[in-house]
């Protein structure tokens, strides 16, 4: 596959990833599927918008380059055909690192709050983080600890593992658009893009 298509492959991919990420972080804001009373209630890493921010915005950038890469115009520059090409490629292997580092940042407060719990009503009739070091992971019987709100402890768990996940995912992707990236700097797509006329290697 050209480095170019690879790249199309990659940004096609990322893009649901990150929309993904994004509806993920806007549930949590409605814990156990339920509208809160008082946003103080909600878990720190809520407002953190790792989906929103991290697995989201910073990574749709990054994939719309890679998806227009495969389009690029490669007529060249100082006379040389596969320079423009090249330019493009290198360029996307900047806002991979830009995709990976959001991404990252997703992945890191997803791990710190499922390894802290939720924020939720304790049986001291205080809102605070019953759990520790996720000591909640291995046994579920803690859970009810969690006075309210309902099950906001599955759904907590579940949605920042899915961000976990999709972080994971897309720091792997911006990983290989890095590698793909340098290789198409160095040797250039397998083809130009027909507009100097050529379908050759470049």
Same mark, same amino acid.
């Given at each position: 596959m050209c480095t170019g298509g690879c790249a199309k492959c990659l940004g096609s991919t990322l893009i649901p990833l990150a929309l993904f990420g994004i509806l993920a972080n806007i549930l949590l804001f409605f814990p156990g599927g339920r509208v809160?009373?008082?946003n103080d209630h909600l878990s720190e890493e809520v407002w953190f918008f790792g989906g929103i921010l991290?697995?989201?915005?910073?990574?749709?950038?990054?994939a719309l380059v890679f998806l227009g890469l495969r389009n690029n115009d490669c007529c060249g520059c100082c006379?040389?055909?596969?320079?423009?090409?090249?330019?493009? @490629?290198?360029?996307?292997? $900047?806002?991979? =690192?830009i995709g990976f580092l959001g991404a990252g940042y997703s992945f890191v407060i997803s791990a710190i709050s499922i390894n802290r719990g939720p924020k939720c009503l304790m049986?001291?009739?205080t809102?605070?983080?019953?759990?520790?070091?996720?000591d909640y992971l291995n046994d579920e019987a803690l859970w009810?600890?969690?006075?309210?709100?309902?099950?906001v402890v599955p759904w907590n768990l579940t949605l920042f593992s899915i961000l976990?996940?999709?972080?994971?995912?897309? @720091?792997?992707?911006?990983? $290989?658009?890095? =590698?793909?990236g340098?290789?198409?700097?160095?040797?250039g797509d397998c083809q130009c893009c027909g507009c100097c006329g050529g379908d050759g290697p470049v």
């Open positions: 809160i009373d008082n991290g697995s989201g915005v910073l990574m749709i950038f990054p006379g040389n055909e596969s320079c423009g090409k090249r330019f493009a @490629m290198f360029t996307s292997t $900047i806002f991979a =690192v049986d001291n009739s809102w605070g983080y019953p759990f520790h070091d996720g009810s600890k969690c006075l309210k709100p309902e099950d976990l996940v999709v972080g994971a995912i897309q @720091m792997l992707l911006c990983v $290989i658009q890095v =590698v793909n340098l290789l198409g700097t160095l040797c």
